[in-house]
């Protein structure tokens, strides 16, 4: 037997419901937003990743499915959704048709990361981006769609982060500060902070290792680095979060694992997630188009993972109800009535209603026993008799509802008993 591959999972029939439930609501809320879906390739060049996200984060440096295609030329399967986003935007010009571009999307990514709950290998993130402003008001736009998803949802347990990782004026000065501190406490620090330092120094301070906490307790923090822009751009964000009532906490050790970001960053956690606790996560990315051969163009976006909704939703208890269900079972009690029923069903199911009938040569038992199976609301059988006396009786298999209809059958008649 061939199994999946580790980290990857079947999103099985029973499953498929919660599946389509989420994404209706982030297409309905990111549309309400007035953001426009896009949708670029699973497969890339691997140079725009390792371009945009940084050759020393950890997404970069191990977690990516690189490999050579038949051409020789190296590709990976999409670790995250901005950078591919970014690509289209400067490949097709979009910024030339709207000076402000809203776009989100739903995708598979792929991180060969060590599997736990809530991490996998492949995962599936929903995201959002605004392209072209460099003002707080497109960073509210964006942790505003964000909340409203997780709200909509029925979420409330989850709580809003929100920090400022500088730009290319202040940074630097902070990161050599940081590189000095981090090194004269560097004996209490774990291994992988101590390789971190070098490498990718403010990863260190979201380590969530007890012992590289109690070690940093006292050390400094990029906030007191910003400069005039960056902190006159994190106060407005504050105020606008404010002003439309959406709460929020501020964590000065919150950096997010992507080199890209600039100034704004955040996170949605919830508390029901254990270690892997980020819902979803986000940041003002102002230098990433330049970066990659675009025009400078200042952007912010965020993507959650929604596995992790779907746990968060699941310890919330919030019960979905199953979008596909069945209206109504024709069941056959001999040849003429089969030749009848499959006629039928296309009629009702040009009519709107969903339509199931046996698909086995199963007796009328277990036709029955089927229909009750597959919660069917409502049933027909159809035989010689019904045929002949041109009159069939469609039954509520969970009411007493029982009504008689004339052959030839009126669908539209059929419909009004079914919607009722
Ligand atoms: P990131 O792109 O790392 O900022 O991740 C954004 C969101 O994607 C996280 O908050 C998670 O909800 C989700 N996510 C990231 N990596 C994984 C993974 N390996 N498995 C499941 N979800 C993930």
């Known amino acids: 037997m061939i199994s ?23 297409h309905s809320l990111s549309q309400l937003f007035h953001f426009k879906e896009i949708r670029t390739p699973l497969l890339e ?23 050579l295609d038949r051409s020789n030329e190296s590709v990976t399967l999409k670790p995250e959704g901005t ?22 999307y739903i995708s598979p990514m792929f991180r060969q990361e060590r599997p736990q709950a809530g991490r996998l290998r492949e995962f599936h993130q929903y995201g959002a981006e605004i392209l072209g402003s460099p003002n707080a008001i497109a960073d509210s736009e964006i942790i505003l769609l964000n909340a409203a998803i997780l709200k909509n949802l029925g979420l409330t347990n989850f709580t809003l982060i929100i920090n400022s990782v500088g730009c290319e004026n202040c940074r630097p000065n902070y990161k050599i500060k940081l590189v000095n501190e981090l090194n004269n406490i560097k004996n209490n620090l774990t291994e992988l902070s101590k390789n971190r330092i070098d490498k990718n120094p403010l990863r260190v301070l979201d380590s969530k290792d007890k012992q590289d906490q109690d070690a940093l307790k006292n050390i400094p923090v990029i906030f007191d680095y ?14 606008l979060l404010k002003n439309a009532n959406q709460p929020y906490s501020i964590n000065y050790k919150l950096v997010r694992g992507l080199d890209y970001y600039t100034k704004t960053a955040f996170e949605f956690i919830s508390e029901n997630l254990g270690s892997q606790d980020a819902l979803s996560g986000g940041g003002r990315y102002d230098l990433l188009t330049l970066q990659l051969g675009g025009k400078p163009t200042p952007a912010v976006g965020f993507a959650g993972g929604i596995e992790r909704l779907l746990i968060a939703l699941e310890k919330e208890n919030n019960n979905f109800h199953s979008e596909n269900i069945l209206q109504l079972f024709l069941a056959s009690a001999d040849e003429k009535g089969k030749d009848y029923i499959f006629t039928l069903a296309q009629h009702c199911r040009n009519a709107g209603i ?11 038992k277990s036709q029955l026993r089927e229909a009750d199976r597959q919660n069917a609301k409502f049933l027909i059988l ?39």
Not at 4 to 25: A, F
Request: proline share 2%.
């Open 382 to 420: 159809v035989g010689e008799k019904e045929l002949t006396e041109k009159s069939l009786t469609i039954k509520g298999m969970k009411t007493n509802i029982s009504h008689s209809l004339k052959i030839p059958l009126q669908v539209e008649e059929l419909k009004s008993i079914i919607n009722k």
């Open 354 to 364: 969903s339509t199931e009938f046996d698909l086995l040569n199963r007796s009328v």
């Open 4 to 26: 999946s591959i580790k980290g990857m999972k079947d999103i099985l029939p029973n499953e498929s419901s919660k599946w389509q439930h989420v994404e209706k609501i982030i």
């Open 226 to 239: 910003l400069c005039e822009s960056c902190k006159s751009h994190f106060e407005e964000l504050c105020q």
């Open 83 to 104: 950078a591919s986003v970014v690509r289209s935007y400067i490949q097709h010009h979009l910024g030339e048709e709207q000076p402000s571009t809203k776009l989100y």
């Open 45 to 67: 060049n691997t140079s725009l990743f390792s371009r945009s996200i940084g050759e020393e984060t950890d997404i970069v440096s191990k977690e990516m499915y690189t490999f």
